[in-house]
């Protein structure tokens, strides 16, 4: 097909022009503009195919010979078959644009008598750009008339002045109905050309009108610097349409492949190895102006698949090579909503992905505004992996201070680290995620692999549902709380003070838990004189047939000492009763300590802590009085 079609334009256009066009053309330079090229040896560049998914470069470029082939897919060609297939133009349209590009003019001739013409009308590639570029310059000039002064004012109240303004190409479009259409008619331009392009529209009576009114303008560029399209935000509360208006998808605009910004930024995306995706045009500026010049935004629609593809070809993300992809996302919960959609995109890159989210919930161009460019910079740099922000998110909606909680939250979040991509990091964050959760290694462990392991499209099974965590009757900390109970009903005068003064919560074994609630009925081990009284007073107040039982065995069953039992053996025995309590909340605070953000939340994280510091010096005097052993 391009043989056939290179000898039909062949006869429209010289071929010694086409000639002169490939010999000046730098295929190198052409094709870098899409794909980062790295040296592949023998004076050979490689690359991510533009035209097929890939996590190894297989597109090679020779410049020596002027020519690319992908060993991936086959395609293959020179600059102009390039042009062809990346920004679908026509062999014409891809020959006038090289030759443009390299300052040569295209001689045309007749196929059947070889004698030269008139420059036949453009493709339409050329034509729908050069509109757009008319366009902008309407725009641009009508930024300056007294009419535009909300516009003016709209950008000086985020912090862009007029220079900014003009880098940016930013315009107006006034208060009329056509003014626009008429200018560009008068340029040339048709009708369904203006229509085509997304410029104007057909109003109800059938004549043409400028599709923007009232409006501040961005243009929008695709990766070669060419304006395709127009990015539109309303000005007067008196306008009904959308907060932003953007130029419909026509031949040469798809919202789901544009990026804002991927014109100034490309170069120092490829140098850098990263790129920052923000959210809006003013946030791309606002970067850019402070010092983050790898700044890009979507246009319109969400960050999906072809935005991804444009940009690993830009980053050269592969296997060998990682780049690092930053989010920038609102605090609010559709910033989060796209944060952990981002999430799942971010399977689709190799490199690493992280989010920056403002401590004060504030975009970056609000950010800039009220903090200055540093603060702009120190958002980006202040990044923690997109992963972590996701498992914090899911983590959050379920209160980790119930069983239930803890369990669901894992549910939740273990298909999550199952999705990881690089599967050496799983562990890690299997054992991060259990810290959060406050919860042992292993039932985290089990529900990643059951998430893992699950169907495509398809959730994994439910994780077992834990039972509430019970000492059995032969479990150490069973045997405490079991000798607790027999020093109060053999021994409540010398033990009575020090078991009474000991919480109730302490107990975790059911059944002892019904005798520490029967103690305190009968009044306390404390108020007892002992003997067969005491113990069928107890007794009396149990409520449950086992805890009678127990009341029983428990009042003749040796103490775990030998000789007699003095203060000394009483203290010992209740801290280490205290002893687990304290350590499991001390685990309990550090998980919560690590779900507290210490910017956003100062509070309540120093609060935290300070109850943590607590409960440590605690846990090691309950340590110290414990030494000796049962």
């Known amino acids: 097909m391009y043989a056939e079609e290179v000898a039909e334009m062949a006869g429209r256009i010289r071929d010694e022009d086409i000639a002169l066009v490939r010999e000046r053309t730098s295929i190198a330079d052409v094709i870098s503009e899409t794909v980062t090229l790295k040296s592949a040896g023998g004076g050979n560049l490689k690359g991510l195919c533009p035209f097929h998914d890939e996590k190894s470069p297989s597109f090679n470029v020779s410049p020596a010979r002027n020519v690319w082939y992908c060993f991936g897919c086959g395609a293959g060609g020179d600059a102009i078959k390039f042009l062809m297939d990346a920004e679908h133009l026509s062999f014409v349209e891809s020959v006038e644009r090289l030759a443009a590009r390299a300052g040569i003019q295209l001689r045309y001739v007749d196929s059947d008598t070889a004698a030269p013409r008139a420059r036949p009308q453009q493709g339409q590639r050329q034509r729908l750009v050069a509109a757009h570029a008319a366009a902008v310059e309407f725009y641009q000039a009508q930024l300056t008339t007294a009419a535009a002064r909300p516009a003016r004012e709209f950008l000086a109240g985020r912090g862009f002045d007029r220079a900014a303004a003009e880098r940016y190409a930013c315009g107006f479009a006034p208060d009329a109905w056509d003014l626009l259409t008429k200018h560009l008619r008068q340029q040339g331009f048709t009708h369904q050309e203006l229509v085509t392009a997304g410029l104007s529209r057909e109003s109800r009576s059938g004549t043409l009108i400028d599709r923007f009114r009232r409006r501040l303008l961005w243009p929008i560029r695709d990766l070669t610097g060419d304006v395709i399209g127009f990015g539109a935000r309303k000005l ?320 003749v069953e040796p103490l775990r000492i030998d000789g007699e039992p003095d203060p000394r053996y009483v203290s010992v025995t209740m801290a280490r009763l205290q002893w687990g309590s304290v350590t499991g909340r001390i685990k309990d605070l550090k998980s919560r300590i690590q779900r507290i953000n210490p910017v956003n939340n100062k509070d309540e994280y120093f609060a935290a802590f300070g109850e943590l510091l607590s409960l440590e010096q605690h846990a090691r005097a309950l340590r110290e009085q414990a030494a000796g052993g049962l």
């Open 236 to 555: 007067f509360d008196d306008d009904d349409g959308p907060k932003y208006l953007n130029t419909p998808e026509t031949p040469i605009y798809k919202k789901s492949h544009v990026l804002y910004g991927i014109d100034q930024a490309k170069r120092e995306i490829a140098k850098q190895g990263k790129v920052v995706v923000v959210e809006g045009y003013t946030d791309v500026m606002a970067c850019h102006l402070a010092g983050v010049p790898t700044a890009v935004a979507t246009c319109g629609t969400s960050f999906g698949a072809d935005h991804i593809g444009v940009l690993r070809r830009l980053l050269l993300d592969t296997d060998a090579v990682a780049g690092e992809i930053i989010f920038t996302f609102d605090g609010d919960a559709a910033g989060q909503k796209a944060a952990l959609r981002a999430f799942d995109d971010d399977q689709r890159f190799v490199g690493r992905t992280f989010i920056a989210v403002s401590p004060d919930n504030m975009d970056p161009c609000e950010l800039r505004l009220a903090k200055g460019d540093l603060a702009v910079r120190d958002l980006v740099a202040r990044r923690e992996p997109l992963v972590d922000f996701a498992l914090r998110h899911v983590i959050s909606r379920y209160d980790l201070d119930t069983v239930d909680g803890r369990v669901e939250a894992m549910r939740r979040a273990a298909p999550l680290v199952a999705k990881i991509k690089d599967r050496e990091k799983r562990p890690e964050y299997v054992r991060k995620l259990a810290g959060d959760l406050g919860m042992e290694i292993e039932p985290v462990h089990r529900a990643v692999l059951a998430a893992a392991s699950a169907p495509p499209g398809r959730d994994a099974a439910p994780a077992p549902r834990p039972a509430p965590a019970e000492p059995t009757v032969d479990s150490p900390r069973s045997m405490v709380e079991r000798e607790a109970l027999k020093l109060a009903l053999q021994q409540p005068v010398l033990a009575g003070p020090m078991f009474d003064a000991v919480e109730a919560a302490e107990y975790r074994h059911p059944v002892h838990v019904a005798v520490r609630a029967a103690v305190a009925a009968a009044g306390g081990a404390a108020a007892a004189t002992g003997g067969a009284v005491w113990i069928e007073s107890v007794r009396d107040a149990c409520e449950d047939l086992a805890a009678r039982a127990l009341v029983g065995e428990l009042a």
